[in-house]
Protein backbone atom coordinates (compact mmCIF):
# COMPACT_ATOMS: atom_id res chain seq x y z
CA UNK A 1 0.00 0.00 0.00
CA UNK A 2 1.59 3.19 -0.85
CA UNK A 3 2.45 5.70 1.80
CA UNK A 4 -0.08 9.15 1.52
CA UNK A 5 2.47 11.61 2.62
CA UNK A 6 0.17 14.76 4.64
CA UNK A 7 2.17 18.01 4.95
CA UNK A 8 2.93 18.76 8.77
CA UNK A 9 -0.45 20.96 10.27
CA UNK A 10 0.94 24.14 11.85
CA UNK A 11 -0.14 24.96 15.08
CA UNK A 12 -2.62 28.47 14.62
CA UNK A 13 -1.31 31.55 16.64
CA UNK A 14 -3.22 32.62 19.64
CA UNK A 15 -5.47 35.39 18.64
CA UNK A 16 -4.58 38.69 19.76
CA UNK A 17 -7.48 39.79 21.49
CA UNK A 18 -7.59 43.67 22.38
CA UNK A 19 -5.34 44.63 19.52
CA UNK A 20 -6.68 46.51 16.47
CA UNK A 21 -6.83 44.54 12.88
CA UNK A 22 -4.18 45.84 11.47
CA UNK A 23 -5.12 44.23 8.19
CA UNK A 24 -7.92 45.98 8.32
CA UNK A 25 -6.13 49.40 8.18
CA UNK A 26 -7.77 50.86 11.28
CA UNK A 27 -5.05 53.61 12.80
CA UNK A 28 -5.21 54.17 16.40
CA UNK A 29 -6.24 57.71 17.34
CA UNK A 30 -4.78 58.71 20.65
CA UNK A 31 -7.28 59.12 23.32
CA UNK A 32 -7.41 62.57 26.01
CA UNK A 33 -9.23 60.04 28.82
CA UNK A 34 -6.22 58.72 30.37
CA UNK A 35 -4.50 62.17 30.43
CA UNK A 36 -7.48 63.09 32.14
CA UNK A 37 -8.13 60.60 34.39
CA UNK A 38 -4.61 60.50 35.64
CA UNK A 39 -4.15 63.79 36.00
CA UNK A 40 -7.67 64.09 37.92
CA UNK A 41 -6.06 61.38 40.47
CA UNK A 42 -3.05 63.07 41.45
CA UNK A 43 -4.68 67.02 41.73
CA UNK A 44 -4.77 67.91 45.16
CA UNK A 45 -8.04 67.00 46.80
CA UNK A 46 -8.38 70.28 48.60
CA UNK A 47 -9.58 71.35 45.33
CA UNK A 48 -13.19 70.88 45.57
CA UNK A 49 -16.26 71.90 45.94
CA UNK A 50 -19.00 71.33 48.16
CA UNK A 51 -22.41 70.17 47.95
CA UNK A 52 -24.05 70.77 51.28
CA UNK A 53 -22.12 67.57 52.55
CA UNK A 54 -20.95 66.11 49.60
CA UNK A 55 -17.28 67.02 48.06
CA UNK A 56 -17.07 66.89 44.87
CA UNK A 57 -12.96 66.39 44.45
CA UNK A 58 -11.71 66.61 39.92
CA UNK A 59 -11.89 62.53 40.61
CA UNK A 60 -15.25 62.30 41.90
CA UNK A 61 -16.79 64.38 39.65
CA UNK A 62 -14.71 62.25 36.62
CA UNK A 63 -15.94 58.98 38.80
CA UNK A 64 -20.06 59.65 38.43
CA UNK A 65 -19.61 60.54 34.78
CA UNK A 66 -17.81 57.66 33.66
CA UNK A 67 -19.22 54.61 36.62
CA UNK A 68 -22.13 54.19 34.73
CA UNK A 69 -21.26 54.33 31.51
CA UNK A 70 -18.23 51.62 32.45
CA UNK A 71 -20.46 48.95 33.78
CA UNK A 72 -22.87 49.55 30.09
CA UNK A 73 -19.82 48.92 28.43
CA UNK A 74 -19.19 46.04 30.23
CA UNK A 75 -22.58 44.30 30.19
CA UNK A 76 -22.99 45.10 26.53
CA UNK A 77 -20.07 44.17 24.93
CA UNK A 78 -19.45 44.29 21.42
CA UNK A 79 -19.68 41.53 18.21
CA UNK A 80 -15.79 41.95 17.60
CA UNK A 81 -14.37 42.29 21.31
CA UNK A 82 -17.01 40.64 23.40
CA UNK A 83 -16.25 41.07 27.26
CA UNK A 84 -15.83 37.84 29.70
CA UNK A 85 -16.55 38.95 33.23
CA UNK A 86 -14.09 37.24 35.65
CA UNK A 87 -13.69 36.15 39.09
CA UNK A 88 -12.19 39.47 40.08
CA UNK A 89 -15.44 41.41 38.98
CA UNK A 90 -17.35 39.42 41.90
CA UNK A 91 -15.04 39.72 44.64
CA UNK A 92 -14.58 43.56 43.72
CA UNK A 93 -18.70 44.07 43.90
CA UNK A 94 -19.28 42.37 47.12
CA UNK A 95 -16.49 44.15 48.32
CA UNK A 96 -17.97 47.65 47.05
CA UNK A 97 -21.09 46.26 48.47
CA UNK A 98 -19.06 45.57 52.18
CA UNK A 99 -18.24 49.24 51.88
CA UNK A 100 -21.77 50.77 51.34
CA UNK A 101 -23.91 48.03 53.59
CA UNK A 102 -21.67 47.60 56.68
CA UNK A 103 -21.05 51.22 57.92
CA UNK A 104 -25.27 51.83 57.43
CA UNK A 105 -25.63 48.60 59.34
CA UNK A 106 -23.54 49.41 62.75
CA UNK A 107 -23.45 53.20 62.38
CA UNK A 108 -26.76 54.18 61.16
CA UNK A 109 -27.99 56.88 57.97
CA UNK A 110 -25.43 59.43 59.23
CA UNK A 111 -22.54 57.37 57.30
CA UNK A 112 -24.48 57.47 53.85
CA UNK A 113 -22.86 60.01 52.33
CA UNK A 114 -19.26 58.84 53.38
CA UNK A 115 -20.73 55.06 52.39
CA UNK A 116 -21.59 56.08 48.85
CA UNK A 117 -17.98 57.64 48.51
CA UNK A 118 -16.10 54.87 49.78
CA UNK A 119 -18.02 52.89 47.20
CA UNK A 120 -17.75 54.65 44.17
CA UNK A 121 -14.43 55.70 44.95
CA UNK A 122 -12.98 51.73 45.23
CA UNK A 123 -15.97 50.39 42.34
CA UNK A 124 -16.11 53.20 39.94
CA UNK A 125 -12.18 52.49 39.97
CA UNK A 126 -12.26 49.86 39.12
CA UNK A 127 -14.63 48.97 36.68
CA UNK A 128 -13.31 52.21 34.70
CA UNK A 129 -9.83 50.12 34.86
CA UNK A 130 -11.94 47.35 33.43
CA UNK A 131 -14.24 49.02 31.02
CA UNK A 132 -11.90 51.77 29.21
CA UNK A 133 -8.56 49.88 28.88
CA UNK A 134 -8.62 46.36 27.30
CA UNK A 135 -6.38 46.92 24.23
CA UNK A 136 -3.13 47.72 23.64
CA UNK A 137 -3.65 50.79 22.22
CA UNK A 138 -5.10 52.13 25.43
CA UNK A 139 -2.44 50.42 27.90
CA UNK A 140 0.09 52.49 25.84
CA UNK A 141 -2.28 55.62 26.50
CA UNK A 142 -2.23 55.15 30.00
CA UNK A 143 1.76 54.97 29.84
CA UNK A 144 2.22 58.15 28.24
CA UNK A 145 -0.32 59.62 30.51
CA UNK A 146 2.05 58.73 33.58
CA UNK A 147 4.83 59.62 31.66
CA UNK A 148 3.25 63.14 32.08
CA UNK A 149 1.96 62.68 35.52
CA UNK A 150 5.65 61.43 36.90
CA UNK A 151 7.57 64.49 35.49
CA UNK A 152 4.32 66.76 37.17
CA UNK A 153 4.24 65.03 40.61
CA UNK A 154 7.85 64.69 41.13
CA UNK A 155 8.71 68.05 39.84
CA UNK A 156 6.24 69.58 42.67
CA UNK A 157 8.20 67.58 45.66
CA UNK A 158 10.92 68.36 44.08
CA UNK A 159 9.51 71.88 44.97
CA UNK A 160 8.85 70.95 48.45
CA UNK A 161 11.90 70.17 48.97
CA UNK A 162 13.41 73.25 47.43
CA UNK A 163 11.34 75.54 49.40
CA UNK A 164 10.46 73.54 52.53
CA UNK A 165 6.97 74.48 51.36
CA UNK A 166 3.96 72.68 50.52
CA UNK A 167 3.53 75.47 47.53
CA UNK A 168 1.00 73.31 45.15
CA UNK A 169 -1.12 72.89 48.40
CA UNK A 170 -0.75 76.51 49.40
CA UNK A 171 -1.61 77.44 46.16
CA UNK A 172 -4.85 75.57 46.13
CA UNK A 173 -5.71 76.82 49.93
CA UNK A 174 -5.39 80.02 48.63
CA UNK A 175 -8.23 79.63 45.50
CA UNK A 176 -10.02 76.70 47.69
CA UNK A 177 -10.22 77.48 51.32
CA UNK A 178 -10.72 74.95 54.07
CA UNK A 179 -11.30 74.88 57.24
CA UNK A 180 -8.24 73.39 57.74
CA UNK A 181 -5.35 72.34 55.94
CA UNK A 182 -4.73 68.49 55.80
CA UNK A 183 -1.00 69.24 54.52
CA UNK A 184 0.76 72.49 56.27
CA UNK A 185 4.89 72.18 56.20
CA UNK A 186 5.07 73.90 59.49
CA UNK A 187 3.83 70.78 61.29
CA UNK A 188 6.65 68.20 62.75
CA UNK A 189 5.41 65.67 61.15
CA UNK A 190 6.16 66.58 57.78
CA UNK A 191 9.62 66.95 58.67
CA UNK A 192 12.71 64.32 59.31
CA UNK A 193 16.38 64.76 60.10
CA UNK A 194 18.57 63.68 57.56
CA UNK A 195 22.03 63.53 57.91
CA UNK A 196 21.94 65.85 60.71
CA UNK A 197 19.77 68.70 58.90
CA UNK A 198 15.91 69.17 59.32
CA UNK A 199 14.35 68.73 56.35
CA UNK A 200 10.47 68.77 55.10
CA UNK A 201 9.36 65.33 53.46
CA UNK A 202 8.06 66.25 49.85
CA UNK A 203 4.10 65.59 49.54
CA UNK A 204 3.81 67.24 45.94
CA UNK A 205 0.23 67.09 45.33
CA UNK A 206 -0.67 64.35 47.59
CA UNK A 207 -1.96 64.99 51.32
CA UNK A 208 0.51 62.99 53.11
CA UNK A 209 4.26 62.47 51.61
CA UNK A 210 3.68 58.67 52.16
CA UNK A 211 1.22 58.79 50.03
CA UNK A 212 3.57 60.53 47.49
CA UNK A 213 6.44 58.13 47.90
CA UNK A 214 4.14 55.06 47.29
CA UNK A 215 2.57 56.45 43.98
CA UNK A 216 5.60 56.94 42.57
CA UNK A 217 6.95 53.72 43.43
CA UNK A 218 4.33 51.65 41.86
CA UNK A 219 4.47 53.78 38.81
CA UNK A 220 8.08 52.03 38.39
CA UNK A 221 6.70 48.71 36.95
CA UNK A 222 4.75 50.41 34.52
CA UNK A 223 7.97 52.81 33.62
CA UNK A 224 10.18 50.02 33.39
CA UNK A 225 8.01 47.22 31.38
CA UNK A 226 5.43 49.69 29.47
CA UNK A 227 8.31 51.05 27.21
CA UNK A 228 10.55 49.48 24.52
CA UNK A 229 13.39 52.14 24.24
CA UNK A 230 15.55 51.23 27.29
CA UNK A 231 16.58 55.14 27.72
CA UNK A 232 13.07 56.34 28.31
CA UNK A 233 12.36 53.06 30.62
CA UNK A 234 15.72 53.97 32.68
CA UNK A 235 14.66 57.99 32.88
CA UNK A 236 11.24 57.65 33.70
CA UNK A 237 12.17 54.95 36.71
CA UNK A 238 15.03 57.68 37.58
CA UNK A 239 12.40 60.02 37.97
CA UNK A 240 9.92 57.84 40.06
CA UNK A 241 12.61 57.16 41.87
CA UNK A 242 14.03 60.56 43.33
CA UNK A 243 10.05 60.80 44.22
CA UNK A 244 10.45 57.95 46.62
CA UNK A 245 13.88 59.40 48.25
CA UNK A 246 12.14 62.46 48.52
CA UNK A 247 9.18 61.43 50.18
CA UNK A 248 11.73 60.54 53.00
CA UNK A 249 9.51 57.22 54.25
CA UNK A 250 10.41 53.69 54.32
CA UNK A 251 7.67 51.96 52.51
CA UNK A 252 8.06 53.89 49.00
CA UNK A 253 12.02 52.87 49.29
CA UNK A 254 10.67 49.54 50.95
CA UNK A 255 8.67 49.37 47.13
CA UNK A 256 11.52 50.81 45.37
CA UNK A 257 14.31 48.35 46.37
CA UNK A 258 11.44 45.74 45.87
CA UNK A 259 10.62 46.38 42.44
CA UNK A 260 14.20 46.73 41.47
CA UNK A 261 15.18 43.84 42.81
CA UNK A 262 12.25 41.65 41.31
CA UNK A 263 12.63 43.68 37.65
CA UNK A 264 16.52 42.91 37.58
CA UNK A 265 15.76 38.83 38.78
CA UNK A 266 13.13 38.79 35.88
CA UNK A 267 15.32 40.43 32.99
CA UNK A 268 18.30 37.61 34.43
CA UNK A 269 15.80 34.69 34.49
CA UNK A 270 13.66 35.76 31.43
CA UNK A 271 14.48 32.60 29.46
CA UNK A 272 13.40 30.21 32.69
CA UNK A 273 9.79 29.78 32.26
CA UNK A 274 9.83 28.45 36.18
CA UNK A 275 11.14 31.99 37.52
CA UNK A 276 7.59 33.29 39.01
CA UNK A 277 7.53 29.58 40.42
CA UNK A 278 10.90 30.03 42.09
CA UNK A 279 10.70 33.35 43.45
CA UNK A 280 7.04 33.18 45.13
CA UNK A 281 8.40 29.42 46.39
CA UNK A 282 11.34 31.48 48.16
CA UNK A 283 9.26 34.32 49.30
CA UNK A 284 7.30 32.00 51.11
CA UNK A 285 9.63 30.04 52.63
CA UNK A 286 11.73 32.98 54.28
CA UNK A 287 8.28 34.11 55.77
CA UNK A 288 7.56 30.86 57.34
CA UNK A 289 11.26 30.77 58.82
CA UNK A 290 10.56 33.54 59.98
CA UNK A 291 7.44 32.93 62.00
CA UNK A 292 9.35 29.95 62.92
CA UNK A 293 12.32 31.21 64.21
CA UNK A 294 11.41 34.61 65.38
CA UNK A 295 9.48 34.72 68.81
CA UNK A 296 7.64 38.54 67.13
CA UNK A 297 7.97 38.56 63.64
CA UNK A 298 6.08 41.55 63.49
CA UNK A 299 8.77 43.31 65.65
CA UNK A 300 11.44 42.14 63.61
CA UNK A 301 9.77 43.23 60.48
CA UNK A 302 9.24 46.67 62.11
CA UNK A 303 12.56 47.16 63.21
CA UNK A 304 14.06 46.53 60.16
CA UNK A 305 12.01 47.65 57.51
CA UNK A 306 11.56 51.34 58.91
CA UNK A 307 13.34 54.20 58.84
CA UNK A 308 12.73 55.50 62.36
CA UNK A 309 12.72 53.05 65.38
CA UNK A 310 10.25 54.84 67.01
CA UNK A 311 7.83 54.54 64.23
CA UNK A 312 8.60 50.55 64.13
CA UNK A 313 7.65 50.40 68.06
CA UNK A 314 4.10 52.66 67.38
CA UNK A 315 3.31 50.22 64.87
CA UNK A 316 4.03 47.35 66.89
CA UNK A 317 1.27 48.85 69.52
CA UNK A 318 -0.95 49.52 66.30
CA UNK A 319 -1.25 45.87 65.51
CA UNK A 320 -1.63 44.62 68.80
CA UNK A 321 -4.54 47.20 69.44
CA UNK A 322 -6.26 46.62 66.13
CA UNK A 323 -6.19 42.91 66.44
CA UNK A 324 -7.96 43.30 69.76
CA UNK A 325 -10.31 45.61 68.32
CA UNK A 326 -10.75 43.27 65.32
CA UNK A 327 -11.47 40.26 67.21
CA UNK A 328 -14.40 41.68 68.99
CA UNK A 329 -15.89 42.82 66.01
CA UNK A 330 -14.76 40.27 63.43
CA UNK A 331 -17.97 40.49 60.81
CA UNK A 332 -19.38 43.96 60.97
CA UNK A 333 -16.39 46.02 62.13
CA UNK A 334 -16.99 49.53 64.04
CA UNK A 335 -18.40 51.28 60.87
CA UNK A 336 -17.17 55.24 61.66
CA UNK A 337 -17.49 55.73 65.01
CA UNK A 338 -14.63 56.19 67.36
CA UNK A 339 -13.25 53.01 68.75
CA UNK A 340 -12.38 54.09 72.28
CA UNK A 341 -8.84 53.31 71.77
CA UNK A 342 -6.46 56.56 71.61
CA UNK A 343 -3.68 55.03 69.33
CA UNK A 344 -6.37 53.66 66.95
CA UNK A 345 -8.72 56.68 66.70
CA UNK A 346 -5.55 58.50 66.05
CA UNK A 347 -4.09 56.41 63.00
CA UNK A 348 -3.82 52.91 61.90
CA UNK A 349 -0.55 52.73 59.33
CA UNK A 350 -2.35 49.53 57.84
CA UNK A 351 -4.48 49.80 54.97
CA UNK A 352 -5.73 45.75 55.94
CA UNK A 353 -6.26 46.59 59.70
CA UNK A 354 -7.88 49.84 59.26
CA UNK A 355 -10.29 48.76 56.69
CA UNK A 356 -10.80 45.24 58.84
CA UNK A 357 -11.84 47.57 61.96
CA UNK A 358 -14.38 50.01 60.22
CA UNK A 359 -15.71 47.14 57.87
CA UNK A 360 -14.57 43.93 59.41
CA UNK A 361 -12.57 41.23 57.83
CA UNK A 362 -15.70 39.94 55.69
CA UNK A 363 -14.75 43.06 53.69
CA UNK A 364 -10.52 42.88 53.81
CA UNK A 365 -10.84 39.23 52.35
CA UNK A 366 -12.93 40.09 49.66
CA UNK A 367 -10.46 42.89 48.93
CA UNK A 368 -7.59 40.58 49.25
CA UNK A 369 -9.46 37.98 46.80
CA UNK A 370 -10.00 40.48 43.92
CA UNK A 371 -6.17 41.20 44.14
CA UNK A 372 -5.16 38.11 44.01
CA UNK A 373 -7.82 36.22 41.48
CA UNK A 374 -5.83 39.32 39.11
CA UNK A 375 -2.70 38.11 39.23
CA UNK A 376 -3.10 34.41 39.52
CA UNK A 377 -2.64 32.69 35.90
CA UNK A 378 -5.23 30.43 34.92
CA UNK A 379 -3.45 27.01 32.76
CA UNK A 380 -2.08 27.71 29.35
CA UNK A 381 -2.26 31.63 29.86
CA UNK A 382 1.91 31.57 29.84
CA UNK A 383 1.25 30.38 26.19
CA UNK A 384 -1.28 33.38 25.39
CA UNK A 385 1.02 36.27 27.08
CA UNK A 386 4.44 34.69 25.04
CA UNK A 387 2.80 35.66 21.59
CA UNK A 388 1.70 39.31 22.69
CA UNK A 389 5.38 40.51 23.91
CA UNK A 390 3.17 43.88 25.24
CA UNK A 391 1.11 42.03 26.87
CA UNK A 392 2.78 39.62 28.92
CA UNK A 393 5.26 42.95 29.56
CA UNK A 394 2.29 44.78 30.80
CA UNK A 395 0.61 41.94 33.00
CA UNK A 396 3.95 41.52 34.72
CA UNK A 397 4.27 45.40 35.23
CA UNK A 398 0.57 45.17 37.19
CA UNK A 399 0.83 42.03 38.89
CA UNK A 400 4.20 43.30 40.16
CA UNK A 401 2.54 46.37 40.93
CA UNK A 402 -0.96 44.77 42.92
CA UNK A 403 1.69 42.79 44.50
CA UNK A 404 3.95 45.08 45.96
CA UNK A 405 1.23 47.60 46.87
CA UNK A 406 -0.72 44.74 48.84
CA UNK A 407 2.64 44.40 50.58
CA UNK A 408 3.32 47.64 51.82
CA UNK A 409 0.16 48.24 52.77
CA UNK A 410 0.76 46.08 55.67
CA UNK A 411 2.45 49.36 57.45
CA UNK A 412 0.73 52.39 55.20
CA UNK A 413 -3.10 53.11 55.14
CA UNK A 414 -4.18 54.67 51.37
CA UNK A 415 -6.12 56.71 50.68
CA UNK A 416 -7.88 59.25 48.16
CA UNK A 417 -5.00 58.98 45.19
CA UNK A 418 -3.37 56.11 45.90
CA UNK A 419 -6.41 54.26 46.50
CA UNK A 420 -8.20 55.05 43.70
CA UNK A 421 -5.45 54.36 41.55
CA UNK A 422 -4.69 51.03 42.82
CA UNK A 423 -8.33 49.96 42.52
CA UNK A 424 -7.99 51.76 38.49
CA UNK A 425 -5.26 49.15 38.38
CA UNK A 426 -6.45 46.07 39.34
CA UNK A 427 -9.20 46.50 37.34
CA UNK A 428 -6.58 46.91 34.09
CA UNK A 429 -4.89 44.04 35.41
CA UNK A 430 -8.23 41.82 35.17
CA UNK A 431 -8.73 43.03 32.00
CA UNK A 432 -5.37 41.96 30.54
CA UNK A 433 -5.85 38.61 32.22
CA UNK A 434 -9.47 38.78 30.30
CA UNK A 435 -7.75 38.86 27.03
CA UNK A 436 -5.39 35.92 27.81
CA UNK A 437 -8.67 34.03 28.53
CA UNK A 438 -10.36 35.21 24.93
CA UNK A 439 -7.48 34.31 23.05
CA UNK A 440 -7.41 31.00 24.35
CA UNK A 441 -10.68 30.49 24.29
CA UNK A 442 -10.81 32.05 20.76
CA UNK A 443 -7.72 29.87 19.87
CA UNK A 444 -9.71 26.16 20.95
CA UNK A 445 -12.99 27.14 18.66
CA UNK A 446 -10.63 27.44 15.58
CA UNK A 447 -8.26 25.27 16.17
Known sequence: MPRVFLPPQRQMPFPRTGQPDKARGSAHSKSPLPHIICLAVVLPYSAALFIGDIKLTPIKILLLLLTGPAIAKMLSGDRRQPRQLMASDLFALVTALLLLFMPLIVSGSKTLTSSVSQTLEFFGSYIIGRAYFFTNDSIRDLARALKVVTLFVVGMGLLDIITQHFLIHEFVASIFPVDEQIVVSSDPHFHRLILGMDSLRAASTFDHPILFGSFCAILIPIHLYAHEDATSRLFYALVSAVGCVIALSSAPLLALAATIAIYCYDAMMRGARW?????????????????????????????????????????????????????????????????????????????????????????????????????????????????????????????????????????????????????????????????CLLAMRQHRHFK
Open 275 to 435: RWKLLIFTILFGVAALFVLSDNPLSWLFRNLTLDPQTSYYRLLIWNAAIDQISNNFWLGVGTSPTGNAILDSSVDSLWLAKAIVYGVPMIVTLFLTGLAAVVPFRGQAKVRRSDPFLDRMSTAFSLMTTILFFISMTVYFWNAVWLFASLCIGIRVSLKER
